[in-house]
């Protein structure tokens, strides 16, 4: 079992390319990007014939990381560098939630977008990211706007948002505000492989699927490197949260929390300018007091790529059972955990995670 490296036309998402990598790094993570890196000793003239310029050659090829065939991450090579003294190539690249950044929430992508207002109505928060991120894909020329995104069904809800033209909201930030207002979904988009092309297939909502379990009490136990940390620079016990207007006429609205904890109060202002709707915004300020109420309470460690536990196995927000004794912050026996992220090397990966319950 190992890692196989390839790059794939981002044209046409297919002509898959393997590669000899001397080192790889990347990762997966929830909600935002993540990035990953390869690098290739073309010095060796076996590498060299296989690694060519227009094989590697940003934003026309994809990076995709697989084990065993399994992709594990993919992402758009943005950079290219050859070390002539070390004699080798590297290249970075970034997932697909870079490109939300310069894909626009518009009915119209030109002249003309300013006085078109797309208005959603009876959906859940899931369902209006994936229109978001549709209306974002679907302009001319359609070949470069289209991704290889496998869409889910829509939801029915008694959600609705209304994206104005003029204030031209990239995907990235209308994303952001449907995954931070309370209730908001978690967003996903594994890689996977079809009939040789690369597809990334949207997951939504409230994504606690699937399960590991590793034991740091053992002897000889896969945990590497165990640490426990616990962190109130985050805490927020008052969140002001302002939405569109000025002066006088600023929509503002709090929320706060002073129940449970002799903390100092702590108030944090947070602009949320692209808000005007009075329940959006308090259900804003809401959200982000329910993530900040409390200090955070955080496990790092690393397992061996080739342990028990395979890349493959791990599925951002699922369930990860990590038993402990002696730890501080962390009660002895099994705890369970979310999985937010996770970054890979060619030997280790590194998990990182959410105590259940925080």
Do not use: C
């Amino acid at each position: 079992m190992a890692w196989n490296v390839y790059t794939v036309s981002t044209d046409t998402w297919g002509n898959r390319v393997k590669l000899p990598a001397a080192s790889l790094k990347g990762g997966r993570t929830l909600n935002k990007m993540a990035d990953g890196s390869a690098s290739f000793q073309i010095s060796d003239s076996k590498v060299a014939r296989l690694v060519t310029p227009d094989v590697v050659e940003p934003l026309e090829r994809a990076l995709v990381f697989d084990w065993d065939g399994t992709p594990i991450y993919a992402g758009l090579i943005l950079d290219s560098e050859h070390d002539v003294d070390g004699g080798t190539i590297s290249v970075s690249s970034v997932d697909i939630w870079w490109l939300f950044q310069f894909r626009h929430v518009l009915g119209m992508h030109g002249a003309g977008a300013e006085k078109i207002k797309l208005t959603y109505s009876g959906l859940s928060l899931a369902t209006i990211a994936k229109k978001v991120i549709q209306e974002g894909s679907d302009a001319a020329p359609l070949a470069r706007y289209q991704l290889p995104i496998v869409w889910e069904a829509d939801l029915a809800g008694t959600e609705s948002r209304e994206y104005e033209g003029y204030k031209f909201t990239s995907v990235a930030d209308a994303l952001q505000e449907l995954m931070s207002s309370e209730g908001g979904p978690d967003l996903d988009f594994p890689p996977r492989w079809n009939s040789g092309k690369l597809e990334l297939v949207m997951r939504s909502g409230d994504l606690t699927q699937g399960r590991v379990d590793w034991d740091a009490t053992v002897a000889k136990s896969e945990v590497i490197g165990l640490k426990s940390k616990k962190s109130a620079a985050k805490v927020s016990n008052k969140v002001i949260g302002t939405g569109e207007g000025s002066g006088e006429d600023l929509l503002v609205k709090a929320a706060e929390s002073f129940a449970g904890a002799n903390y100092p109060a702590i108030e944090r202002v947070v602009s949320y300018s692209g808000i005007s709707k009075v329940d959006q915004l308090a259900a804003r300020a809401r959200a982000d007091l329910a993530t900040a109420n409390t200090p955070t309470r955080q496990v790092t460690f690393k397992v061996p790529v080739d342990g028990s536990v395979k890349v493959p196995s791990l599925t951002l927000g699922g369930l990860v059972r990590l038993n402990t004794k002696g730890v501080w912050y962390i009660p002895d026996g099994w705890t369970n955990y979310r999985m937010i992220s996770y970054a890979f090397d060619l030997k280790e990966i590194t998990p990182q995670l959410q105590l259940l319950g925080s």
